[in-house]
């Protein structure tokens, strides 16, 4: 199935969106490198760390809307939304180790070094990327709640439920780049007035945490998703009322929904249909059925309608390898 001019609008605006995003973090990571050389700030090289792990899911994010726009082919017939999740795995492996365990270990190492008191440059790096940080979270904020009003749900409910883990992604990762900053900000303050590197290290040590925890929530949604993740209870009630309006749908036995990728659903159901409903009305009715639950559904991508009735007692099985 091919894409509509709008879809392919709103994917090539995402891939810019991406491009820049990555330009943006690599340049404020080699500021705050540069930063936490001249100074010999933990907190600062942590930091530095976090923008590159953040330029790095930026790059992967760019190879998941690439590879999961691939259209379906005959060895992937259903598409390959799903390697979007891939992407969003291995990204939030690349933020555990290269973010969260190199700020801990780093910071650890720093909390007895000797303390500098030049962080001027430091300062001036983290108030440059805390307003462009602002400025896309609150760019995030916005999208977050204009989704959450168009579904009717709370933002909280949103991030939790939502297929697109590109979005919740972006909103952790704008909330952990404010929060280390201001956190590497705090450690080099108390430092700078005590003379001691323990507050410095600590920030380091904090910054490595809170990207743990950033790592650890995505990959948990990322590996859902991948594995194979049913609609909401709520989404899931609306399609099997929507089904059992039919006209000769009189009841909807079993329900199995699969997100096939951050926009795409599979429907399929068993159902069963007016006694005496000729095999025309049946065909008309799933066709109806299925033109419906798109129509008020835009991801809802594949509908499979199977009728009740006597199993096969003798089921035919293929080899599994077989060409």
């Not at 036995?253 to 249909?273: H, I, M, N, W």
Request: hydrophobic content about 45%; glycine content about 8%.
């Amino acid at each position: 199935m091919g894409d509509s001019g709008e879809e392919q609008e709103e994917k090539s605006e995402s891939v810019v969106t991406v491009i820049v995003a990555a330009l943006m973090n690599l340049a404020i990571a080699i500021a705050k490198l540069i930063a936490g050389l001249l100074s010999g700030s933990a907190a600062m090289m942590s930091e530095a760390a976090h923008s590159a792990a953040d330029t790095v899911t930026q790059i992967m994010l760019y190879a998941a809307l690439r590879n999961s726009a691939r259209p379906p082919d005959e060895v992937h017939p259903f598409g390959y939304g799903r390697t979007a999740y891939l992407w969003a795995v291995l990204a939030a492996a690349c933020t555990f180790v290269a973010g969260g365990l190199f700020s801990i270990t780093h910071g650890l190492h720093s909390i007895n070094s000797e303390a500098e008191t030049d962080f001027l440059v430091s300062y001036i790096v983290l108030a440059i990327a805390f307003i462009l940080e602002g400025v896309s979270f609150l760019r995030t904020i916005s999208q977050v709640r204009s989704e959450s009003r168009q579904w009717s749900i709370g933002p909280g409910t949103l991030l939790r439920r939502t297929p697109d883990t590109t979005l919740k992604a972006v909103f952790l990762e704008d909330a952990a780049a404010l929060t280390g900053l201001l956190l590497a900000a705090l450690g080099l303050a108390l430092t700078e007035i005590t003379g001691n590197t323990f507050y410095d290290g600590g920030a380091s040590v904090l910054i490595g945490v809170l990207l743990l925890a950033v790592a650890v929530s995505l990959g948990r949604a990322n590996v859902s998703l991948l594995v194979g993740r049913a609609v909401s209870p709520r989404l899931r009630a609306e399609l099997r009322e929507e089904l059992e309006a039919s006209e000769d749908i009189t009841a909807v036995g079993e329900l199995l929904t699969l997100y096939l990728g951050p926009s795409d659903v599979l429907v399929a159901a068993r159902v069963d249909f007016r006694d005496g409903a000729s095999g025309a009305a049946i065909e008309r009715t799933g066709r109806d059925a299925e033109a419906r639950l798109r129509e008020r559904y835009a991801s809802v991508k594949y509908v499979f309608l199977s009728p009740y009735g006597p199993p096969d007692d003798h089921p035919a099985h293929e080899a599994p390898y077989e060409d």
